[in-house]
């Protein structure tokens, strides 16, 4: 890249959605003095939202940082400046030529160190080093099938199932435990009965908004149960095809939130914020799908959920749910979400009290599906019953709406069968 540098533009931390209003520096990907592409990340960014790759919006030379690692700031503040390159390609000052030329040198040299296409392997994300600082691996040791060569989650944890896995010096002895205890980096002893968790960015990110939610929306709860019977047989009879078709799996999870976004349809209140003096509905429906990791809840959004068949729901879930922990979403990812729905029922859970994804007006929960006995026709019959909760901004809704609208998830989900069709 060669150009004469002659003007600074400063480039602000920005919004990765409507209610984020600041944000951590996980890591500088460029120091000051690299060249750096159009496009090309510069730094890492963490928020309660997303961990993500922050791009460069111009081409030219990164000049000064602002924002040090690990350092929380307000959206809109300046993390860093950049040097523009002139489009007329005319070279000016010759250290500056040289100093660019280096670099590039320098990142030709590593990447052909790091054997191949090395040009990415250096970019290591918050998710992968993370692991690799719980279990002491060196990188260096790992071999990236990322592009370019970047180490990725399932590299290291390939890794780990080797035998003999060589691991960082630390001065300690450091071995494989069969049940690993909390990370070294993030628990220090206290005493002997008890030790301490440092809080990092994410988790203070969703106490922050968790304390608003509840601090904000007057919260009520309600329940109905379902008879999936029909709906388990149906899934039941086609994943193995559905599995060899799209090389995912078919989850009950696509078929709620059909029947989730069919009833928002009929009920739109449902899918509305408060706005002090009036309310407002919104007209698309893009669900937020509560993912769990290892150290938090993301939201990404299926957007135009309404849009989409029991096919395309099941590949958006597979898509972000990867994502989510992978640590690659993007900050798009997790923004214009209108209703919130929570597959709590993953982990065996019955009956849940979800605190509402501010500022929407409703969280929807699809609890485990368990057989009881229950009484069909004066007769006691084995049926696969499942709980659905919603949690509900009382300011918006009541029990009258909410009741009927959990009624016909329910009638939804009662109406799948062997005719139901996934495309």
Known sequence: MSGAFTKIMEIPMPQFAESVVEATIGKWLKKPGDPVEEYEPICEIISEKVTAELPSTVSGRLHEIYVAENETVQVGTVICTIELVEASGASTGSDRGNAATGAASTEAAQGAAAGGDGSMRSRISPVVRRLADEHGIDLSQVTGTGIGGRITRR?????????????????????????????????NLSRDREYILDVNHVRSAIASKMRQSVTEIPHAWTMIEADVTNLVMLRNKLKDEFKRREGINLTYLAFVLKAVVNAIKDYPIMNSVWAVDKIIVKKDINISLAVGTEDAVY?????NADQKNIAGLAREIDELTRKAREGRLRPEDSVGGTFTVNNTGSFGSILSYPII??????????????KRPVVIDDMIAVRSMVNLCLSLDHRILDG??????????????????PDTKLY
């Not at 994804?357 to 368990?370: D, G, K, L």
């Open 155 to 187: 590299d290291v944890e390939k890794f780990l199932e080797m035998p003999n896995v060589p691991v960082r010096s630390t001065g300690l002895h450091l071995t494989k435990p069969e049940n690993p205890q909390a990370p070294a980096s993030e628990a």
């Open 299 to 303: 939201v990404p959004v299926i957007r």
């Open 357 to 370: 994804n501010y500022p929407q007006a409703a969280n929807f929960t699809f609890e485990s599906i368990v």
């Open 400 to 417: 009258v709406v909410c009741g009927r609208f959990l009624q016909r998830v329910k009638e939804n989900l009662e109406s799948f069968g």
